[in-house]
C-alpha cells in the first residue's frame, strides 16, 4: 500500500481475517518464496504420520519449521536437538493459528568448518602443555585381570569388545560403566565416568588394570564429543594406562592423541588390552618341549662323560668317585622336573581361577542370587503375614467376649427381660401402653405374649 495515499474510510469493507493471512502467505511466498536458512534446532517433534516440526532459532530470533513426510526428505538425519544445520525451505503462514512457519525441504549439517578450527585450536593448546607427549604415556599391562569399558550401555562397540575379550581371554573380568557417547552433555558423562574408574574405592568399583574408552564409527559431529577438552583432561590425569577406540581407523579425535595407547576400532583395542589365549597355551607347550629337550641333551652328554670316565683311568674306582655326582646329577634332575611341574601347575591355577571368577560373575550366577534373596523375603514376607493375621483372630476374640458380656444376653442372664410393644419398639415407661394392647417379653429362654389390663 502507498504510504502517501488516501486512507481508506471507514465505510469501505473491511478485510475478513482469512483475507489478510492468505494476502500475508501469498506475498511471503512470492517475495521470498525457497531460501536457505542457517540456525540451531530445537523443540523436535516426530510425528506418527511422518511429519517433523521443530524450531530454527539463533541469538536473536527463532521460527517454527515443518518439515512433511521427514523420513523421505534429503537430510532429515541432520536433525536433531541441539544440531546446527543449514535447510532449503519455503516461507509461509499457518492460516489456522496466524503463525509465520517456514516449510522444509531438505536439510544439511552446518559449522564442520567451525568445528575443525575447533580441533586444530585445541590439538595446538594441549599440544603446547605437553598432554601429548610419549614421554607421559603409560605402558597398558601384557596380562591384565580387570578390564573397564567407558562407553554406550546399548552400542555395538560393546558387544565388539565382550565377543573379543571372551574370544582370546575369557578369564578377563569386564566392568562397564555406561555412558552416552553422542549428544550435548555426553562429553562431561565420560570425564566424570573416567575419573571415577581412576578412584573405584570412592565409588564402589573394581579397581581395573587398564581401560578402554571409545565408541563406533559416525560423522564429525557424532564422535565430536571426543573431541572435547574436558574428556582429554579427565584421560590425562587418570592413573590407569587408557586405550582410546574412537570410531574407525580414518577417525582421529583429541582423546586418541592424549591417551595412553590409540586403537583403530574398539574391536581392535580389545586385541591389544589383552593376549590370545590359544597363542599363550601354544607357547607354554613350545616351551615345556624346549626345556625337556634341553634337560635330556644335558643328562645324555653327562650320561656319555660318566660313561667315558669308567672306561677311563678310573675305571676301577670311578663308580666309588662318581657317586656323588650321580647323586647331585639325580637331584638336579628331580629338582629340575619338579619346578617344571609346579610352574606349569601354577599357570594351570591361574587359568583355573581366572575361569572361576569369570563364571562367578556371569549374569546366570547373579541371578540365581537375587531369586534367592527374593525367596527369602517371600518367606519372611508370609511368616509375618501370619503371624498378624493371628494376632487379629486373638483381638477378635477378646472383642467378641466383650460383647457378649456388655450386650443384651448378658443381662438375660442376670435375670432381666425385654418388653417390646406391638410395633416392635422397646418399651421404657407404662405411659406407651394402653390397656388392650399387645405386648411380647424376651427372656434369656424365650418369650411371652401378653395384653395389657385396666390396674384395679
Same mark, same amino acid.
Given at each position: ?50 511429519? /517433523? ?12 519449521c515443518a518439515m ?24 509461509? *503462514?499457518?492460516?489456522?493459528?496466524? %503463525?509465520?512457519?517456514?516449510?522444509? %525441504? ?59 575379550l571372551t574370544r582370546?581371554?575369557? /578369564? ?40 578402554? *574408552? ?9 564422535? /565430536? ?50 593376549? @590370545? ?25 653327562? %650320561? ?12 676301577? @674306582? ?60 517371600r518367606e519372611r ?70 395384653? *395389657?389390663?385396666?390396674?384395679?
Open positions: 500500500m502507498d504510504l502517501f495515499s488516501k486512507p481508506k474510510t471507514p465505510e469501505e469493507k473491511a478485510l475478513s481475517v482469512t483475507q489478510l493471512l492468505r494476502r500475508m502467505k501469498n506475498l511471503l511466498e512470492v517475495q521470498i518464496g525457497e531460501t536457505w536458512v542457517e540456525g540451531e534446532v530445537s523443540n523436535l517433534r516426530k510425528q506418527a504420520s511422518g511429519h /517433523w516440526y521443530f524450531s530454527l532459532k539463533d541469538e536473536g530470533a527463532q521460527i517454527s512433511f513426510g521427514a523420513r523421505k526428505r534429503l537430510g532429515a538425519e541432520a536433525l536433531e536437538d541441539g544440531a546446527k544445520v543449514r535447510v532449503f525451505a519455503e516461507a509461509s *503462514v499457518y492460516e489456522a493459528r496466524g %503463525q509465520l512457519q517456514i516449510i522444509v %525441504q531438505k536439510a544439511e549439517r552446518a559449522g564442520a568448518g567451525d568445528l575443525q578450527a575447533k580441533f586444530e585450536a585445541l590439538k595446538r593448546k594441549l599440544l603446547a602443555e605437553g598432554l601429548f607427549d610419549a614421554a607421559r604415556k603409560k605402558p597398558v599391562p601384557p596380562f591384565p585381570r580387570v578390564i573397564g569399558l567407558v562407553t554406550s550401555g546399548t552400542g555395538a562397540a560393546l558387544q565388539d569388545v565382550l565377543n573379543v582370546r581371554a575369557p /578369564w578377563v573380568q569386564p566392568v562397564l560403566f555406561p555412558v552416552r557417547v553422542q549428544g550435548r552433555g555426553a562429553e562431561v558423562e565420560i570425564a566424570q565416568a573416567i575419573a571415577k574408574m581412576g578412584e573405584p574405592e570412592k565409588f564402589g568399583y573394581p579397581r581395573c588394570d587398564v581401560l578402554i *574408552v571409545g565408541r563406533g564409527g559416525g560423522s564429525i559431529e557424532d564422535l /565430536w564429543n571426543f573431541n572435547e577438552e574436558v574428556v582429554a583432561r579427565a584421560i590425562a590425569a587418570c592413573p590407569i594406562p587408557i586405550i582410546s577406540a574412537v570410531g574407525h581407523e580414518i577417525d582421529f579425535t583429541i582423546a586418541d592423541f592424549v591417551a595412553d595407547l590409540r586403537a583403530p576400532t574398539p574391536s581392535a583395542a580389545a586385541e591389544l588390552a589383552v593376549p @590370545d589365549g590359544v597363542e599363550l597355551s601354544a607357547r607354554l607347550a613350545q616351551i615345556r618341549r624346549r626345556m625337556t629337550r634341553v634337560t635330556r641333551e644335558r643328562l645324555t652328554r653327562s %650320561q656319555f662323560a660318566v660313561d667315558a670316565l669308567k672306561r677311563g683311568v678310573l675305571q676301577r @674306582d670311578g663308580a666309588k668317585l662318581l657317586r656323588e655326582s650321580v647323586l647331585r646329577l639325580d637331584s638336579a634332575r628331580g629338582q629340575l622336573s619338579q619346578a617344571a611341574r609346579t610352574s606349569l601347575e601354577s599357570l594351570a591355577r591361574r587359568v583355573h581361577d581366572a575361569r572361576a571368577q569369570h563364571r562367578a560373575c556371569h549374569p546366570a550366577r547373579v541371578l540365581e542370587r537375587r531369586l534367592e534373596t527374593v525367596a527369602r523375603l514376607f508370609e511368616r509375618a503375614g501370619a503371624n498378624n493375621l493371628d494376632q487379629q483372630a486373638e483381638r477378635l476374640a477378646r472383642l467378641r467376649g466383650l460383647l457378649r458380656t456388655l450386650g443384651p444376653e448378658s443381662a438375660f442372664q442376670r435375670g432381666f427381660s425385654i418388653t417390646l410393644g406391638s410395633d416392635g419398639k422397646i418399651v421404657t415407661s407404662s405411659t406407651a401402653l394402653k390397656p388392650g394392647d399387645l405386648m411380647r417379653t424376651k427372656f434369656a429362654d424365650g418369650e411371652t405374649v401378653s395384653i *395389657v389390663k385396666q390396674p384395679d
